[in-house]
């Protein structure tokens, strides 16, 4: 029933006309208010949806996930330059397995998202992700592309040919879905509530869940925010013009996850194989992991269980 209710709005929405401002050639100082709350109300945070406690009555739930880009990084460029594919290719060939391990030796679970690419080349992912039978895999686009540049027909193409890839080598259809580099387009709502996702998790209107209002209407589709702050890719890039060193970057971490305890919410960690997974990055998240072990009442989980939980707690099912 949920699943029809949630086809029902997302054809509702589409139906609406749409005030696309970044294809406006006038300049923003030269819109109506209408245009402006048109634009703004596209895709807007709606209720909060953190529960008064998390699953054994935890009061704070610890999300983290792992975005398995690896090649498509450049592939994406149409770059095949054979230095760059390397550099993606250690997150399949080194890091992953010793992200893995780690997160075995503390019996967390946590939620990767990959482009179906990613894993058609390195199927073994697959099999070492499911292995522990705690993790979840998820939905990051084909190729890794850039939804804002593209039109609806082939960002739906794109999508569905993900989906159908991933449930084949997964072995069951995925539930969540992150847009690559977080690029949401005008059209990705749509077509993710149309396609029957679960939720999404590339917005950043929030430390919190929340339920996502499309056009000034409710939709029932939760949202669990990311923010560039609490992801590894620019603070951790060799390359990067914002790159920080990493125990600069455990500290902004163990900050982040000690407001979100106090607060009682959620904590949410974005992170990449090729990046945390070198030998003086895995070492954040090893001490990142024994600092959130010394609070009590601390819940991990991954991405579908805390949307799970949270939609029953609202009353959402």
């Given amino acids: 029933m949920r699943h029809w209710r949630t086809v029902l709005l997302a054809l509702a929405f589409s139906a609406i006309p749409v005030v696309v401002h970044a294809q406006d050639e006038r300049p923003s100082t030269e819109w109506s208010d209408e245009e402006i709350e048109t634009a703004v109300n596209r895709v807007r945070a709606g209720r909060d949806l953190n529960p008064d406690s998390w699953p054994g009555g935890a009061r704070v739930a610890v999300l983290f996930s792992f975005d398995v880009d690896n090649e498509t990084v450049w592939l994406r460029n149409n770059d095949t330059s054979v230095g760059g594919l390397s550099q993606g290719e250690y997150g399949s060939r080194v890091a992953l397995g010793r992200i893995l391990r780690l997160l075995d030796e503390h019996d967390v679970p946590a939620s990767f998202f990959g482009p179906a ?185 991954t991405h579908e269980a805390a949307v799970r939980w949270a939609r029953q707690q609202a009353g959402m099912d």
């Fill in 117 to 301: 690419v990613s894993f058609s080349l390195a199927p073994k992912m697959i099999e070492m992700i499911q292995e522990s039978g705690r993790h979840e895999i998820g939905v990051h686009g084909w190729i890794h592309e850039r939804n804002a540049t593209l039109p609806r027909d082939e960002e739906e193409r794109l999508l569905r040919k993900a989906v159908e890839r991933m449930t084949a080598l997964i072995g069951k259809r995925p539930v969540g879905y992150r847009a690559p580099s977080w690029n949401f387009s005008d059209n990705t709502l749509d077509l993710l509530m149309e396609m029957g996702f679960l939720y999404d998790s590339s917005l950043m209107a929030d430390d919190r869940p929340y339920e996502i209002v499309a056009n000034g209407q409710p939709t029932g589709f939760v949202e669990l925010p990311v923010e560039w702050i609490l992801d590894d890719a620019p603070l951790m890039g060799p390359q990067g013009q914002s790159y920080s060193s990493p125990r600069d970057v455990l500290q902004v971490y163990k900050d982040e996850f000690d407001v979100a305890y106090a607060e009682g919410t959620t904590f949410i960690l974005t992170m990449h194989p090729h990046h945390i997974g070198h030998r003086s990055r895995i070492v954040v998240l090893r001490e990142l992991i024994e600092h959130i072990r010394k609070k009590p009442d601390v819940w991990f989980g």
